[in-house]
């Protein structure tokens, strides 16, 4: 078992920035990490994800080239960073564990409780 806790969303005018956190309850070896995002009458949305070493990182093609995700483990803990925001980028951000470095949220097994990120446009 592993518990996820987000932290870092907020309210932000468009073209802003926020970073997110998540902090996992023991250490993630060998776990992947991702960020997931599901905004109102929308399906989960796949952001990015990162393997435990780092060495292979994926990204939505909605987010590519604003967003990095990355991880420090001596924290448990993973980064979302977030720039250029868009008022579409609006949503419940997800953090997600899992085996594999996934894009579909079923292949995660973990997940934290979200945290809303609003843009304002």
């Known amino acids: 078992q592993v518990q996820l806790v987000e932290s870092g969303g907020g309210l932000v005018q468009a073209g802003g920035s926020l970073r997110l956190s998540c902090a996992a309850s023991r250490s993630t070896f060998a776990i992947q990490m991702g960020w997931f995002r599901q905004a109102p009458g929308k399906e989960r949305e796949f952001v990015a994800a990162i393997t435990w070493s780092g060495s292979r990182i994926n990204y939505g093609d909605s987010v590519k080239g604003r967003f990095t995700i990355s991880r420090d483990n001596a924290k448990n803990t993973v980064y979302l960073q977030m720039n250029s925001l868009k008022f579409e980028d609006t949503a419940v951000y997800y953090c997600?564990?899992?085996?594999?470095?996934?894009?579909?949220?079923?292949?995660?097994?973990?997940w934290g409780q979200g945290t809303q990120v609003t843009v304002s446009s």
């Open positions: 997600a564990a899992g085996p594999s470095l996934g894009t579909v949220a079923a292949e995660y097994g973990y």
